[in-house]
């Protein structure tokens, strides 16, 4: 059964445990509610909790353990002969789910009954050419043993999801009946329900911190991985970064950090003063017309995609500036895609994010500040200078310092509008790329994540995360160290 049918079927059965736990709770109580512990809505909630909340719990475990289990038991029935012949475990059980997957789309369209995809005797050729009929293609490097485990890890998910089934819709209906049998008018239903809520959020809470952990973790464990087969010294010592998947890689990350800084220095120098401008307009300067007028406006920056800037950076702030700065020009830039054509656009992205955060740490400044240097005779441009914006500097460099992280972690604008090419230059014109461009190239396509060229890609977001992490709890320290004196 798919999983959406299964969950709609115990969010059913659920709403149909409100209906009947509240009125079991009402005929406990002969009709009269004030005869009742709770409210009867309490009763009825008790059994719908009771009904979907463990059935949910055991849907969610059986979805991330099962996978786990499957592919275990599927690649012990592959042959080291197909592992050993220049393919690592990871990529012949990709090939075995996308053949899975095509065995499911040609029982799907009838090209094969369940019996013929699930029997491991049927012959090769045969399925090959079935498939092909119904437009699913196995590939040429596809072997007959990768088909039969496609096969077992077709039938062992079919078996899965039918115990899930039958395990999940068990405990629901479990679920319920224990609730209801447990429903009369002594029995205290708001203190179990409101206990379960708060099991609920706590529970919540801890995906948030255990989703962390886990990132946290796979980045740490990957990442040993790397410098197991390929030297630290090597990677935070050469300042060559040339990744060969056939061998002999150099993996200095040096020019991927400089290009990275490169960019947000200028995406920086663009953002900072504008953004702060227009903060200090809109707050001290804007009549509220204005203002109510112009801060939606500069905000709807922030909501546009950056794959939008990313195509705005390549085919028009790129031309334009190749026009002035290229060979027709000044003869400085060989090409759209450079250093400054990635830092104009992304400092435009991040407009909105210094200029409201800005805006909302000036306006915290107390207004007694103001008229206090309003009564010794300051204009208000001396009022700005002289104390709001030293009031207000804490905070302000703690935006600047959350732009920076978020100009650190920026992937789509650099693709598009500053190169591939890792490179120490100090030319704003010259093609470079950063961090998080080349961990979307390293992990791009069918990579062996047996090799330093994947893993590499892991110890590079280790850098990047504890890079972006530093800044952002530097810039909390500021905030909070600073802004006590002015509240």
């Known amino acids: 059964m798919p999983v959406l049918w299964l969950f709609l079927i115990v969010v059913a059965l659920a709403t149909v445990g409100y209906i009947v736990g509240r009125s079991r709770a009402l005929s406990s109580a002969d009709g009269d509610n004030r005869l009742l512990h709770s409210l009867p809505s309490y009763y009825g909630s008790n059994v719908a909790l009771m009904t ?19 592919e275990g038991r599927v690649s012990g029935t592959i042959p080291d002969s197909v592992i050993a012949d220049g393919s690592s475990l990871s990529l012949v059980m990709s090939d075995v789910r996308r053949v899975a997957e095509g065995l499911d789309v040609a029982v799907a369209e009838g090209a094969l009954t369940r019996d013929e995809a699930a029997s491991i005797r049927t012959e090769f050729t045969d399925v090959r050419e079935r498939l092909g ?17 496609a096969q077992i890890y077709r039938s062992l998910s079919s078996t899965g999801n039918l115990i899930m089934t039958a395990v999940v819709l068990l405990v629901a209906v479990g679920g319920f009946y224990y609730a209801w049998n ?5 029995f205290r239903a708001r203190n179990v329900v409101e206990a379960g809520i708060r099991v609920l959020l706590v529970g919540a809470a801890s995906i948030a911190i255990l989703t962390t952990i886990g990132i946290v973790l796979s ?47 200028i995406a920086l120098l663009v953002s900072v003063p504008i953004g702060l401008f227009a903060a200090v307009y809109l707050s001290e ?13 500069l905000e709807v920056l922030a909501g546009i995609p950056t794959i939008v800037y990313g195509l705005f950076a390549l085919l028009t702030v790129g031309p334009l500036l ?38 909302d740490i000036i ?27 030293p009031a207000a500097l804490p905070g302000i460099v703690g935006a600047i310092l959350l732009a920076a992280s978020r100009a650190i ?79």
């Open 133 to 149: 009929n119904v437009g699913v293609a196995l590939g040429s490097d596809v072997r007959p043993e990768v088909l039969r485990a």
């Open 363 to 389: 306006n915290a400044v107390p207004q007694a500040m103001r008229d206090g240097s309003y009564g010794l005779g300051a204009t208000k441009s001396e009022t700005i200078k002289q104390v709001i914006l």
């Open 182 to 186: 447990q429903t009369h008018k002594d």
């Open 52 to 70: 979907v909340v463990p059935a949910m719990g055991v849907l969610m475990l059986w979805l991330i353990i099962q996978p786990f289990i499957v």
């Open 322 to 359: 190749l026009q002035v700065f290229g060979d027709d020009g000044l003869g400085w830039m060989q090409a759209g895609t450079a250093v400054m054509t990635a830092g104009l656009v992304m400092g435009i992205m991040l407009i909105p994010f210094v200029s409201s955060l800005s805006d």
């Open 285 to 297: 300067y804007a009549s509220k017309p204005v203002r109510a007028f112009a801060k939606p406006m």
């Open 219 to 265: 980045l740490i464990f990957n990442t040993i991985e790397f410098f197991r087969i390929y030297p630290a010294s090597e990677f935070f010592g050469s300042l060559t970064w040339s990744p060969s998947f056939g061998g002999g890689s150099e993996l200095g990350i040096w020019p991927l950090l400089w290009g990275t800084f490169y960019i947000s220095l």
């Open 409 to 487: 972690g920026e992937t789509m604008i650099v693709v598009l509008g500053a190169g591939a090419a890792a490179r120490l230059s100090l030319n704003p014109f010259d093609a470079m790329t950063t961090v998080t461009a080349k961990i979307v190239s390293q992990l791009t396509g069918d990579a062996d994540f047996a090799s330093p060229e994947a893993l590499v890609a892991f110890a590079l977001g280790m850098t990047l995360f504890i890079i972006t992490l530093g800044l952002n709890v530097f810039a909390l320290y500021i905030v909070r160290k600073y802004r006590e004196q002015y509240e």
